[in-house]
Structure formats: structure tokens, C-alpha cells
């Protein structure tokens, strides 16, 4: 027995992920702070513990190249990710990248390995690593994209803030056609969770 | 005491109210009939039965030129909508349009008024017909957007089916920045009731 492929994102009522102009100094773009602030204002926090806790619950993870280097460059051997010494993954990191690089063992359980060989070959690995637990797809948006795309999704857990952010990146943007299942919904004044089934 | 002004809105996971396309003979546009099947198949049809009842629970309506002609022209002056003898209303529904035209009685306590002031004065005669029940906003999304913008809607009820249209009309494009509040949630496998205070 295997476990699940699974996708934690946080999107506003019209979709977006990120708002506009992401850069270094503001890697989730103009005004998209707030969309996170469900996980990170009270009451809400402590009544969003469970679905916070599980966006970190997985044997392993597989995070794109630009979440990591946040476009400080890919080719930067000395970047060790934006988490610390002791990130909250507690698990393999699988790191798609162009660039081939050394493992890193961080603390507390956690560790990068850098992937070269594509999205497939990173699931792979961290199904490998994984056991029977399951995998996080843990972003950015364009690697949940692909994905989605490629069918190897078969949980997508959207938590909807309720805010129009009215231009940045949308996560589910040229996705296409794909019905999904809604399994589990629940909510508080700051965020909508809904659990989507995929395949 | 008097009601609130609220909207329904059924949209896909990335934000769709309407399909490419939209036409005469496809007002929903390409793919988008699917959007409603929460409505319209079982077991979710029954589960969704107070949600569906809802959308029609109130002391007046306000409709779109578009939603009550869909392309065939505001100026036929015989067209009588698209909902029979016996409209599911059964309230005074006033249409915004350009072209002056005396209200109609239709059965069942349904009446249609064209209103040609605009929408502040079209809220202004629906408040006043529904004395103190609600005033919905029936559509469509343009009429939706507008009053949103405005800042008149207390309430949006979106109804989020679980696929992905990938092109068309998007139900909450160009309103702008808008933070709600989510005070109810609840669903089934083919849609997520999502309730926000606007104001």
C-alpha cells in the first residue's frame, strides 16, 4: 500500500495564489500576504490547527526550483532554502532544477536532494523515500501545475481566502478541462477549506 | 427592518461563470451546463434542496438585460424571458435595460418592470417591492460585477463546482480589491456553498 499524492494552496476567491509583481523582497507579489492570514491571525489559527498541521503531515516532498531559490538562482550551491537549519518538513525534500547539485542534510529529519531528471522521476524518488506515507507536492504554483496536468495529483486541498486579489498568478491557470470531486468541507471567517478528489 | 440584498453564483474551481463561446443557442457557453449539475442530479439535487430553494427566496429581483434576453435583443417587445407562463420568482423582477417598455404580469405573482435608470435606481424599487424580505440579484454577471463594484450586494452566496473551465466569463473579473468574510459553508460532491458578508 502506497500513500496519496497530495497538494496543499491557498488561492482568493478569484484564483490567484500570488498577487502581482513577485519578486525577491516580495516572493507572493503585491497585496497576497493577506491571503495567508487564516494560518497566522487568531481565533482563525488555532481554529485552522488540523489543516495547517496536515500541510507538513507527508513522508516526503517535492517543491519546485522557484520556491526554493525564490530567484536568487538555481545555480547558487551555497543556498540551503528559505526554512533555517531545522525547516518544517521533517522529511526528504525532492528539489526539481536544472542544475545537479549535492544533497543536504539539514535538522531535524529534513533534507534536499536535487532532482535533474523531471517531475516524474521526482515522484519517483519521493514515493521511494515515502513509503506508505504520502507525498506533498509543496509548490510553487507552476510544479502543482504540472502535476495537475500530468495526472499525478490525487488530492488537491484548496484553502479559498475570502478576498479578490484581482491580478498576480492564478494557480490553476492552464490547467484545462479536469472535474475534480469535492470530499470535505469546512471553513472559518478567513478560509474555506475544500478537499478535492482528483482522479 | 429591511432585508438584505444578496446574489447566487455558480462558479467552477477557476472562477467561471460561463463558458467560450456563449450564444443564443448556448447562453452558458461551451462546457458550462455542467456547472449546474448539483442542481440537477441526484443524490446532490436532493442534499442541495434548501440551498437551491434559496436562490429564489426573496420579495424582489433584479435582473441583466442580458439575462432576460440572452442576444435576442432588448427591444422585442414581445419576448416575456425565458421562464414560461409561470416564472419561478413569484415576485416583481425588475430588468435593467435600455429601452422603455411597460411591466408585464405573468402568473404565479411573477411581474417584470424595465427599469431604465440604472441600477442604484433599480435597488431603490426592488427595496420598496420587497418591503422587509430580501432583494436578490439574479444576474448576470455583469449585473453581479456592477453591484459588487457599487458596493450595494451584503451578500454573496457562491456555489463552487469542482472542475475547471479554463476559458470564458469569469463571475468576479475586473471588480477589484474586496475583502469578504465567509460566515457559512457546507457541500457535496459536485459543489461547495461558500456564504460572504460583503460589507
Same mark, same amino acid.
Given at each position: 500500500m502506497t500513500g496519496k499524492v497530495f497538494c496543499d494552496a491557498t488561492i482568493s476567491?478569484?484564483?490567484?495564489s500570488a498577487g502581482p509583481n513577485?519578486?525577491? /523582497? @516580495? +516572493?507572493?507579489?503585491?497585496?497576497?500576504?493577506?491571503?495567508h492570514r487564516w494560518m497566522f491571525e487568531e481565533p482563525d489559527m488555532t481554529a485552522n490547527a488540523a489543516a495547517i498541521d496536515a500541510?507538513?503531515?507527508?513522508g516526503a516532498f517535492i517543491m519546485g526550483r522557484n520556491m526554493f531559490t525564490s530567484g536568487r538562482?538555481?545555480?547558487?550551491?551555497d543556498w540551503k532554502g528559505w526554512?533555517? /537549519? @531545522? +525547516?518544517?518538513?521533517?522529511a526528504p525534500v525532492f528539489v526539481l532544477t536544472h542544475y545537479p547539485r549535492e544533497s543536504i542534510e539539514m535538522q531535524g529529519g529534513t533534507s534536499y536532494t536535487f532532482v535533474t531528471g523531471g517531475i516524474e522521476s521526482a515522484l519517483e524518488q519521493a514515493r521511494a523515500a515515502a513509503g506508505n506515507k504520502d507525498v506533498a507536492i509543496a509548490g510553487g504554483a507552476d510544479t502543482v501545475r504540472q502535476y495537475l496536468t500530468a495526472g499525478l495529483l490525487d488530492e488537491l486541498r484548496l484553502h479559498i481566502?475570502?478576498?479578490?486579489?484581482?491580478?498576480?498568478?492564478?494557480?490553476?491557470?492552464?490547467?484545462?478541462d479536469l472535474t475534480l470531486e469535492a470530499v470535505e468541507t469546512s471553513g472559518t471567517p478567513l478560509v474555506t477549506h475544500v478537499t478535492y478528489r482528483v482522479r
Open positions: 476567491l478569484d484564483g490567484f513577485q519578486s525577491l /523582497d @516580495d +516572493p507572493l507579489g503585491e497585496g497576497a500576504e493577506r491571503l500541510i507538513v503531515d507527508a538562482g538555481e545555480w547558487d550551491r526554512w533555517g /537549519d @531545522d +525547516p518544517p518538513y521533517h481566502a475570502p478576498m479578490l486579489l484581482g491580478s498576480g498568478e492564478r494557480l490553476l491557470d492552464g490547467v484545462g
